[in-house]
């Protein structure tokens, strides 16, 4: 029983990298003057596979949460935020 919630919680976090969840943090950034997230987004998502393409060994899933903790706490610029993101992701 005590493995079975840590797989769920394990599982759970690195869905936070999935491509899925990156698409509708994209998305959500679409609606609203929110175009300069956007584009960071996009450019983000670009270097990410272009790095992919060329370091083979990279974890694609820690890479976008990377990425989308990063872009969102500066994008909501509140330290609260923040951490708990940097809580997650970590």
Known sequence: MVK???MELARDL???GSPLFYSLVVIRSLIGP???FFYQ???SAVLLLILS???K???SYVSRGL???AL???FYEDILFATFASLIYL
């Open 4 to 6: 079975d919630w840590k």
């Open 14 to 16: 690195v869905a936070l």
């Open 34 to 36: 929110f175009f300069t």
């Open 41 to 43: 987004l996009m450019l």
């Open 53 to 55: 393409l060329i370091i």
């Open 57 to 59: 060994s990279t974890n």
């Open 67 to 69: 990425v989308l903790t």
């Open 72 to 74: 969102t706490s500066l």
